[in-house]
């Protein structure tokens, strides 16, 4: 998976790995626009570039496996990757392939992953990771997923 | 006016947070219900090709999480998952043993753990996995050989009690470097 430089196009590899304790530190919601403390007993992963402990983005999210369904309790990128003048494009993207990895490990052609974004902000993510609409669920399952690994990943 | 510059606002800055926690189970069990409807009936236009890319894209997961955490097991994870990549593509085991040149009878003897795979088996494998995910998604060449020595490893490591007290009779070291003196 890659990050893109807004200011010069340049392309980075990224990880994304489990939140540790430690990490809380500098999870700041002045930096991260959430308090990620609450979410210290939830399933947290980071994303940073290969080399750099700076978190670009942070993603929790909760497994259903009842219903094959991983759902985003919480998705953010960094203060300074917000906007149209953003440090690096496709953090979110990232993220939401990567739980979507998870979700076919665990549940194969039956994989759903699922978030609720409000307002306005729901037609950005169905316009850009191809969601499903349910009510005020939004998904992607097997057919987005597919779609979401050619695009983001290529690990 | 005022309207349409928050709603650009909002959408502009979309991706740098969603808050989409429950607000409490019912709300919860009532979404994953109403979502579940929705989701069988878009399974129902589902093709097998898409299922069958999905097995496989599982498979794939599934072995590269066995080759970053493996687990000892009683089970051959190997042969588990050659058995499952068989078994998703071809409705019959000889189908695949004639695709990749091999006896069926061999074929039957690995996949029930009566023989390990040797070199050429593996090298075969390779090429049919690399060709068979080549639409699906980037598969890395080596990744039957890491399982397979990764279990080998993993079952060495867990059985030392069994084999180490006779290897060790067999090694003596004359001159033993002491370090620190």
Redesign the interface.
């Known amino acids: 998976m890659i990050v893109i430089s807004s200011a010069n196009g340049k392309e980075y590899k990224v990880e994304i790995e489990a939140v540790q304790a430690n990490d809380y530190k500098s999870i700041t919601k002045s930096r991260y626009?959430?308090d990620w403390k609450k979410e210290q007993s939830q399933e947290v992963y980071k994303i940073k570039i290969v080399g750099s402990s700076d978190i670009l983005g942070l993603v929790s999210v909760e497994r259903?496996p009842e219903?094959w369904?991983i759902?985003?309790?919480?998705?953010?990128?960094s203060k300074e990757?917000?906007?149209?003048d953003k440090e690096y494009e496709n953090?979110?993207g990232n993220l939401i392939t990567f739980i979507s990895?998870i979700a076919?490990?665990e549940y194969?052609?039956?994989?759903?992953v699922?978030?609720?974004?409000?307002?306005?902000?729901a037609?950005?993510?169905i316009d850009k990771f191809g969601m499903?609409i349910?009510?005020?669920?939004l998904?992607v399952?097997?057919?987005e997923i597919?779609e979401l690994?050619?695009t983001y990943?290529?690990? | 006016m005022i309207k349409e510059k928050n709603?650009f606002k909002?959408?502009?800055?979309?991706?740098?947070?969603?808050?989409?926690?429950?607000t409490s189970k019912k709300k919860?069990l009532d979404?994953?219900k109403?979502?579940?409807e929705?989701?069988l009936q878009?399974?129902k236009n589902?093709s097998s090709d898409?299922?069958i890319?999905?097995?496989l894209?599982?498979l794939k997961?599934?072995m590269e999480?066995f080759i970053k955490e493996p687990i000892y097991q009683e089970e051959n994870h190997f042969t588990k998952f050659l058995t499952s990549y068989i078994d998703t593509i071809y409705s019959k085991r000889i189908d695949f043993a004639k695709d990749i040149d091999i006896d069926a009878n061999l074929l039957s003897k690995i996949v029930n753990n009566h023989r390990k795979p040797k070199e050429d088996f593996l090298l075969r494998l390779m090429i049919h996995s690399e060709k068979t995910y080549n639409n699906?998604?980037?598969f890395h060449k080596k990744t039957w050989y890491q399982v397979y020595f990764q279990e080998k490893l993993s079952e060495l490591m867990a059985n030392q009690d069994q084999w180490r007290p006779n290897v060790e009779r067999h090694v003596k070291i004359k001159n033993l470097i002491s370090v620190g003196d």
């Open positions: 626009f959430f259903i219903e369904r759902h985003i309790r919480l998705i953010t990128v990757n917000k906007g149209s953090i979110a990895k076919v490990r194969g052609e039956l994989a759903c699922s978030l609720k974004p409000k307002g306005a902000i037609q950005h993510y499903n349910t009510g005020m669920t998904s399952e097997i057919e597919l690994i050619n990943d290529y690990d | 709603k909002e959408i502009e800055g979309a991706e740098f947070g969603v808050d989409s926690r429950y919860q979404d994953g109403a979502l579940m929705a989701r878009r399974m589902l898409k299922i890319k999905a097995k894209l599982q997961l599934k999480e699906i998604c980037h």
